[in-house]
């Protein structure tokens, strides 16, 4: 695979090339961006965006309530950006508890940082309080049996539908 540089010298160095590869190069850079804007961590700023990447998401979500002035919120939110960030599998949204408080009304939450899970648009578990490392893993992996195992049922019930 070439690199930007190297890319842009060979373009550079011969405009006929350039002519022909312009139309490739940038579909490809389109394509990358595009990549880049689907990252699965959301700051959710309100109700509509909320619907939008959370209940309507096809995959588990977890849901961070913080806030800048939590100090346990200040661990926990990059220990669970560093263990989602490559996962393609769980989403993970972060809600300022001070910028929604209508979601935080909604949810009833009390004190943060609070964990909510969501699958389907229906919350699936509920964590209140700051967890180690340890702990976070094994809560992520719970989540992944529980998706894995509820698309296992999904899928049995097709199957005997479609019979």
Known sequence: M???P????RLQASPAVAQRSLPITLSAI???SQSQTTLK?????NHNEFDQKIINSNVPVIVNFHAD??????????????????AD???????????????????DVRAVPAIL?????????????LMDDGNIEEFIEKIRTKARL???TEREEATKKSK
Request: aromatic letters at 8%.
């Open 2 to 4: 070439l690199k930007l």
């Open 6 to 9: 190297t890319l842009v010298a």
């Open 30 to 32: 389109q394509k990358f």
């Open 41 to 45: 961590i959301y700051n959710i700023n």
């Open 69 to 86: 002035w939590c100090a346990p919120c200040k661990t926990l939110t990059p220990m669970l950006t560093t263990r989602l960030e490559n």
């Open 89 to 107: 599998d769980i989403d993970l949204a972060v809600i300022d508890v001070d910028k929604n408080i209508d979601l935080v009304e909604t949810f």
């Open 117 to 129: 899970v969501f699958r389907n648009g229906i919350v699936t578990d509920k964590l209140v309080g």
């Open 150 to 152: 509820q698309k296992e």
